[in-house]
């Protein structure tokens, strides 16, 4: 979804409003712990209890964020680190606590070796041009590895022609052809029409009204359904994304990272 210039203005200051505040409260805490303002007048210490008491600790804060803008800054700072940070770690058990969805849905298509001792996991769109590009990269590793496992996540979210080409893609996997199907289409992905996608069907000798009727039944819409909701749970909200083992990697990963990351899996096994 697209917002205009003003409604966008209007979210990023409402984001802002909420970290400064949240950055104050910080703030005003360390203040209430005793690490800024130390007095030795007992009746002074925290937690304030009087009228007089509040409104001398709110004049020492505002007095000293006048003196010191940039703890608020600071402030601001570490607390959108924090942020960042539990994001990642509430995603990063999202991916522990579906793995067994990521890793062994039997209606998910996959690439290599069904029985691969690492498996990489893609999330993806026909229309997405870093998908394109990452398709060369998820193919030599297939070729060069063989004990890997690459499970694919038809993952259409860009365009109605992704939709038809993901359902077109998990149709061929019904006879054996997904491999084939899959490479073809992300080699040259700039035409996704429905008679592209079937004359494609036809180069591979599939079984064309087979093909169609399996492109619109109901399992192959759930399996997209599956997908979708499976992506919200770990928190992929775009493609490509990338998961090897239980290591989400970013888009952009090239071949020798990859690599990388695969043998750092398989020592942490043997170790």
Known sequence: MFLSKQNYASQNWKTLRKSFLAGTIA???????????????SSATFPLKTAEQTQAFEEAVKEYLLKNPEVIIDSLTRYQELQAQREEEQKQLAIVSNIDELHNSPTSPYLGNPDGDVILVEFFDYRCPYCHKAASVVKQLVKDDPNLKVVMKEFPILSPESMIAARAALAAMKQGKYNEYHFALMDNASDLSQDRLFDLAEELDLDIDQFKEDMKSPETGQEILNTRTLAQKIGANGTPAFIVGTTRVPPNTTYEQFKTVIQNIRAEKAS
Do not use: I, R
């Not at 360390?30 to 030795?40: C, D, K, N, Q, S």
């Open 27 to 41: 703030l005003s805490t360390t203040f209430a712990l005793g690490t800024v303002g130390h007095t030795e007048d």
